[in-house]
Every structure is written in structure tokens, then in C-alpha cells.
């Protein structure tokens, strides 16, 4: 048997394939969550991105937010120090969950979380006054990301907003891009980023909001970190 099914515990093929190593292996989940292992994967972009993310955040007291999977390191508690609402957080693997639990045992009256595929989600339609995405995207596969890009537009409320972090588009003159064994390197690890490098996300979710009746309210808010390798993109949603 290939190492990978044995971690192919209800989470999608892609996850236990790809990256059983990262976020399923309990050794994996140990390593990856030091802040100089999140830092040095980042490139030592890791607090810029945070606070740019941190920034755009919705802090209204009554806003109900969604931080749609689990992340290392501090976005989680610190999204929830911020601000005193509820926050959901949702992700498919339980070693993941487990370990969100542990950083939040403060804050359980106001943060909850659940198992589930994001590609497949059991809140209700308009759910949320905003939707987080913290480097998620460029892990899924095509079809498996346009599904989260439907649930996201399906949970969102009009006038809410969708923040999401992750890489730019195909950072064509970045000095670590033309490296080419780098390059290499990276579609070995991350073997859905060639692919998400090359996606319109403002069309994707635009798409998506259409199809559930909702549209984006002007232009989307962009910020680019590390010489447009990463972005921090706030889409904000039309009342109604
Ligand atoms: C947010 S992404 C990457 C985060 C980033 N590398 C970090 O930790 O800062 C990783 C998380 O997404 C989760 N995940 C991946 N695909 C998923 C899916 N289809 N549904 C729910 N969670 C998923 C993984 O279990 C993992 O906890």
C-alpha cells in the first residue's frame, strides 16, 4: 500500500497525497507549526503578510467571521484577540483542528470549530460578514478550488467581504521564480501553485458570486508583499 492511504482518513485524495507530510502526519504538524519553519517557508514574509492580512480583518463586535481551514502559527489567536466576535474555523483534518483548539482554549464561547470540506460546506447561505483565506487556494487542485470559490460566494453575505492571502499571479521577473531549480523545486512541493499562478481570482469569485445572486462591490482592495510574490486581496461584497 502507498504510504499516503493510510492518512486518507476522510480527507480529500488530493490532501493525503500530496501533503500527508505537512498536515496530517502528527510529526508534520508538530514541525511545521515553529514560527521560523512558517517564517523560513515564507521567505521571512511571514509577519509582513500577517499583519498586512490582520489589517483587513472585520472587527465589528457583532461581525460573524469564517476562517476557512486551519493555518500555523498566529492568524487564529490572533484574529480572535483583536476583536471580540465570533469566529468559525473550519477545516477537514482533525490533527489540524486539534492543534487550532489548543492555541484557542481562551476563547471557546466565541470560537467554533468543525470537520468539514471546504469544498462542500454545512453553513447556511449568507452566513458570514466576512470569509478568510489564508494560503489555501494554491494547495487544491483546479476543480476542488472552484468548488471552495462557490462555497465562500454561497456563505458570504451581501455587503460582507472575502479577504484572501496567497501567492500573486506568475511572478514572472521575481529573481526566485527565475531560478529555475527553485522553480522546480516548488512545483514539486506545491503541485497545484503552476496552476493557481495562472487563475484570475477576481473572475473566479466574481463567477461565483453571480451564480448565488451576488456581485463584487467595485474593484477588489490588492497589496502585494516580496516583490509582488504574495498578495493580500479584500473583495468586497454588494448589499443588496
Ligand atoms: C490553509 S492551508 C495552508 C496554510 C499555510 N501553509 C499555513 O499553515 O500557514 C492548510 C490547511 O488546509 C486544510 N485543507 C486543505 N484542503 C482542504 C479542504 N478541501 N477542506 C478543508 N480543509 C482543507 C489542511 O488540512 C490544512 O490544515
Redo the contacts with the bound molecule.
Sequence with gaps: MRLYKKFLDG??E??ARY?WW???WRWGIWF??HQPV?NA??FGQ?DRLLKKTLAQVETRPDAKLLQ??????K?TPLLLSGARNEIHL????T???QLARRKTLHYTERCHLA?????CLAYRNDAFDQVI????F???PTS?RH??YAEIARVVRPGGSVLITEYAATPQQHWLYRFVPFRWLLGHLEPFLPGFWQEDVTEKLNDALRQNSKALNGEPGVEHCFADFYRIMRFNIAAR
Design positions: 480527507v480529500p488530493y490532501l501533503y505537512a498536515y496530517l511545521f507549526d512558517i517557508i515564507l511571514y476557512l481551514t486551519c493555518v500555523y502559527g492568524l473550519c477545516d477537514i483534518a490533527g489540524q483542528l470537520r468539514m470540506n471546504a469544498e483565506v489564508f494560503f489555501l494554491h494547495e487544491m476542488a468548488k471552495a
